[in-house]
């Protein structure tokens, strides 16, 4: 069963794409503590491994980059053999990636498992769950694939204490164990139930009908390098600060400061983690009021401006935390705004595989944002040189979003 919204665009059945929105949200969430908890199990590995920090480190850096990486090849595969049986071995492979990191004894073994199990297995669900919702709802592309990537960014918040006090309880190896079982149940359970969503034309008051474009010819148009630039562009000024926080609130005195009786880094991080989930729906779906290219430039110039301000008040804790919300709010609705907008422009047929390419530009940005941050401090002696760049790279982008992207796509789909 289907409605139809206008006689060139049907809209599958709310029964249907809402279960499926709901399903893909679930496989998000299972996915996303071996990303966002991954903090609570480095002291005890430390411990247990008898590794430097520095080394332990690599295993977050491996997964994260082959979550990113490989995404091209892994969209593939989803549109070859479906979303039930990729999407269920990304959450399987997921799950085992804890249960196996648990016997590890020595720092490869635990970057196999963790590391490159877990973050093929991640990669696979994200980029897989992200190309079906935008074909699911065509006619609100951006609010879809806001939702599921919230699921991703805030999904840990239900699983942080539980696995906090589980470590204090049972110790680390267990924990992994137990989460690790949870996690690839519930994962491959709700992977069971997706269907391939309906190719239907592009939806919406503010869209171009696009034709579905062969993932090889997309990588042959200027406009999808020109959104591939824009999101590494985004991704590197917003993991200069995700990855350097820590340090700047203690050159800006925040780091043993009180807030509503609470340290003020902490609830910086609670915060952030919050606003960083909220903004991906949120402007997702003002996006599909108003239009793409006109919400990345709200957005982007949002966050340049709070990190303007972040960087002229920093002695107050007060507005170090609130700005710091203000700040992730303005960035993390990259990942609704670029995944809706490529489909836009190139059609659902090959969406997963195509947005599995301009997902790379995240992990460019995980390579360069916190490496960029910590050459540009040493090299300077100020964290004023960070934001500098980071604020101008922003404000680049928002301008680049009006002013070079929306002419071509509309040139391009004329």
């Not at 206008?6 to 679930?26: D, E, K, M």
């Not at 071996?34 to 199990?41: E, H, I, K, S, V």
């Not at 919702?133 to 599921?148: C, E, K, L, N, S």
């Not at 101008?392 to 928002?398: H, S």
Request: glycine fraction near 12%.
């Amino acid at each position: 069963m289907s409605t139809t919204l206008s006689p060139a665009i049907v809209i599958p059945a709310a029964s249907t794409r809402w279960i499926q929105l709901g399903l893909g949200l679930v496989c998000m969430m299972a996915i996303s503590s071996p990303q966002y908890t991954w903090a609570l199990f480095t002291k005890p590995l430390t411990g247990s491994l008898g590794a430097p920090a520095a080394a332990l480190q690599v295993t977050i850096t491996i997964l994260i980059v082959l979550q990113t990486f490989f995404s091209p090849f892994q969209g593939v595969l989803i549109e070859r053999f479906g979303p039930r049986l990729l999407i269920g071995l990304g959450a399987a492979m997921t799950g085992l990636s804890w249960v196996l990191a648990s016997f590890a004894t020595t720092l490869p073994m635990l970057y196999l498992s963790y590391g490159l199990i877990g973050g093929l297995g991640t990669g696979i669900v994200y980029v897989g769950v992200v190309g079906q919702m935008v074909g699911w709802f065509p006619d609100r592309r951006g609010f879809a694939a806001g939702m599921v990537a919230a699921g991703y960014g805030m999904g840990a918040i239900m699983t942080t204490f539980p696995i906090a006090n589980s470590i204090a309880a049972a110790g680390y190896q267990g924990t992994l164990m137990r989460f690790g079982v949870i996690f690839g149940i519930v994962g491959v359970t709700a992977a069971l139930f997706l269907r391939p969503p309906p190719f239907l034309p592009v939806a919406g008051p503010f869209a171009i009908a696009a034709r579905d474009t062969p993932t090889r010819t997309m990588l042959r148009t200027p406009v999808f390098w020109v959104m591939f630039v824009m999101m590494t562009m985004m991704s590197t000024t917003g993991l200069m600060v995700i990855t350097q926080i820590g340090f700047f609130a203690g050159d800006f005195g925040a780091s043993n400061a009180l807030v509503l009786g609470m340290a003020a880094l902490p609830l910086a991080l609670s915060v952030d983690r919050f606003f960083n989930g909220l903004t991906r729906p949120f402007f997702g779906a003002v996006s599909d009021r108003i239009g793409r290219e006109n919400t990345m430039f709200i957005a982007f110039s949002l966050e340049a401006v709070a990190m303007a301000a972040w960087l002229l008040t920093r002695g107050d804790p007060v507005l170090f935390v609130l700005l710091s919300g203000v700040v992730f709010f303005g960035w993390g609705e990259i990942f609704s705004l670029f995944p809706s907008t490529l489909t836009d422009t190139f059609g659902t047929r090959h969406a997963t595989t195509n947005y599995g390419c301009l997902y790379i530009a995240q992990g460019i940005g995980s390579i360069l944002g916190g490496p960029m941050a910590s050459l540009l401090h040493g090299y300077t002696g100020t964290w004023t040189s960070v934001f500098a760049v980071a604020i101008g790279v922003d404000a680049l982008t928002a301008v680049l979003a009006l002013a070079v992207l929306k002419p071509m796509r509309r040139r391009l789909l004329a």
